[in-house]
């Protein structure tokens, strides 16, 4: 048996993870449609799919404490996902530039039979992006598999003008709040 199972393969989720002293026994990564819903919102969408992902591995090992977390990045309702090429990336950054968007990332433990599910938002807002620098952002090839197409710890940190939340929430996994979650189930703090 694991005691503690991430639902997710990303390697920043795993690194902001290890950052607060909690080492998942296994990490798998939960392949689920990610399809939103007709008219469903960036928030609720990230809530499901959290949800979606702790649940499928909840399935294999339900002895297991199970996070499974997803990162969505809206401008207003309007849900951007992780580019398919390069034109897509290029689509996604002009509808960014100079404006305000936020990024939900909904969190879901599963412990035996209590489910805890949060979803944390950060505003942010990219400035003004001339042509040269969209190009940029393309050509340092960060928007693969990153929804909203950019890492905030990468390339893209050069043209946040202003961020209102917490820089973790952004990466993918809002520490504080998970730390209070996975403390509050009496999972322990790995300190070495």
């Known amino acids: 048996m694991y005691n503690f199972i991430l ?109 805890i599910t949060k979803v944390v938002e950060t505003k942010l807002k990219f400035k003004l992006l001339t042509n040269k620098e969209i190009q940029n952002l393309i050509d340092s090839n960060e928007w693969q598999d990153k929804s909203g197409g950019y890492a905030l710890q990468g390339f893209a940190s050069a043209y946040i003008s202003w961020i209102n939340g917490h820089p973790s929430n952004v990466i993918g996994l809002p520490v504080h709040e998970t730390y209070k979650i996975l403390n509050g189930l009496g999972l322990k703090q790995n300190t070495v």
Request: hydrophobic share 35%; aromatic share 6%.
């Open 7 to 115: 639902a997710s393969s990303s390697p920043r989720r795993i690194s902001l993870l290890n950052n607060i002293g909690y080492n998942p026994d296994k990490i798998i990564s939960a392949d689920i449609d990610e399809t939103p819903n007709k008219k469903e919102l960036p928030k609720e969408y990230a809530k499901r799919m959290a949800f979606e992902k702790a649940s499928k591995i909840h399935k294999q090992f339900s002895e297991s404490l199970i996070l499974g977390a997803d990162t969505v990045v809206s401008r207003g309702r309007l849900i951007l996902t992780k580019p398919k090429d390069k034109d897509d990336a290029h689509r996604i950054f002009k509808l960014l530039s100079g404006r305000r968007h936020s990024v939900f990332t909904g969190i879901c433990i599963i412990k035996e039979n209590k489910i």
